[in-house]
């Protein structure tokens, strides 16, 4: 068996060692935490990095297919007017509204794919911030509560050490 002063010894150290543990631990969650912020932050930067050059291809998509309607509605112009066929006016009127109604084929289909690409940046960034919600926040040990403990140990200590000086009876002021 222990004497009294080992007990309260063992006791305060090991209350003081249990808090240096837990704020051991919680430091380390913390910086897991701030390893996972980062790759949730690389991964949103990754996502943004491919919607950004599906964005620049659409535009480039747009511009070559504005180009080759507009291409093909000169050629088609041409070849009508050369061929002489009826009225000029009416042959670029026809061929110039199958151009028009490709030119919006083209800027709906490039709306829409635009549309996409912002939803898909959205979700990107609900995925950070899902990402970031299911860190956990570090659990900081209780320095109050370490230090109650401490005094708890000094004051069975003393309870002990009374009990000790009066043939095992507690006595007040004693």
């Known amino acids: 068996m222990c004497t009294i002063e080992a007990q309260a010894a063992i006791t305060i150290a090991s209350a003081v060692m249990q808090y240096q543990n837990q704020k051991k631990i919680a430091k380390q969650h913390a ?13 949103y930067l990754y996502d943004l ?31 009508a007017l050369n061929l002489g066929f009826g009225n000029p006016l009416r042959a670029v009127q ?5 151009a028009d109604n490709d030119l919006n084929y083209v800027g709906f289909q490039f709306t ?17 911030v899902k990402g970031y919600s299911s860190l956990s926040r570090p659990d900081q040990p209780s320095l109050l509560g370490t230090g109650l403990q401490i005094a708890a140990a000094g004051v069975n200590y003393g309870v002990a050490a ?13």
């Open 31 to 43: 910086a897991d935490n701030r390893v996972a912020m980062g790759h949730y932050n690389e991964s």
């Open 49 to 79: 990095s491919k919607i950004d050059n599906e964005s620049g291809n659409a535009v480039r998509e747009k511009a070559l297919e504005e180009f080759k309607i507009k291409q093909k509605k000169a050629l088609d112009i041409a070849t």
């Open 94 to 98: 026809s061929v110039g509204g199958v």
């Open 112 to 128: 829409k794919d635009m549309t996409t690409l912002q939803h898909q940046e959205h979700e990107a960034y609900a995925h950070m």
């Open 162 to 174: 009374n009990k000790a000086r009066n043939k095992g009876i507690y006595t007040r002021g004693g």
